[in-house]
């Protein structure tokens, strides 16, 4: 299997869409993004999903820190930033603050994740250095 055919972190992606998808199921679409980031904390406990919960991510500019930070909403596995949102339609300002916080942590997968449609929407978001 060529590189480029390798799905990043495709097991670890497959149990946090799972996840996603039964607080989805469970809530349905219109609540608060706040929410479905307490019911979504228990359904990754409950799995034995690993994650930390509202982490600070570092910013610099030219190999300076920055006194402002960025605030993910979650790391699952160490590895993969997760954002979640709860809107009728996801603006593509959300997919370039997500890219913002692979660019910033050198992280290689971001998911964004859309509770406030009848289905669970989500979109993989990749940090290569031709994805901008």
Do not use: W
């Not at 919960?53 to 993969?80: M, P, S």
Request: aromatic content about 12%.
């Amino acid at each position: 299997m060529d590189s480029i055919d390798k799905i990043v972190y495709k097991e670890e992606s497959f149990k946090i869409i799972g996840a996603c998808m039964k607080v989805h199921r469970s809530l349905g679409a219109g609540f608060l993004e706040a929410v479905y980031e307490e019911a979504l904390e228990k359904e990754f406990q409950i799995q034995n999903i690993p994650f930390k919960k509202q982490v600070k991510l570092e910013l610099f500019y030219d190999n300076q820190k920055l006194k402002k930070q960025y605030r993910a909403d979650f790391v699952c596995y160490d590895t993969i930033i997760l954002e979640i949102k709860a809107v009728v339609k996801i603006p593509i300002v959300f997919y370039a603050q997500l890219k913002n916080y692979l660019k910033c942590t050198n992280m290689e997968l971001g998911m964004l994740i859309n509770f406030g449609t009848p289905s669970l929407t989500y979109k993989r978001i990749l940090n290569t250095p031709n994805s901008d």
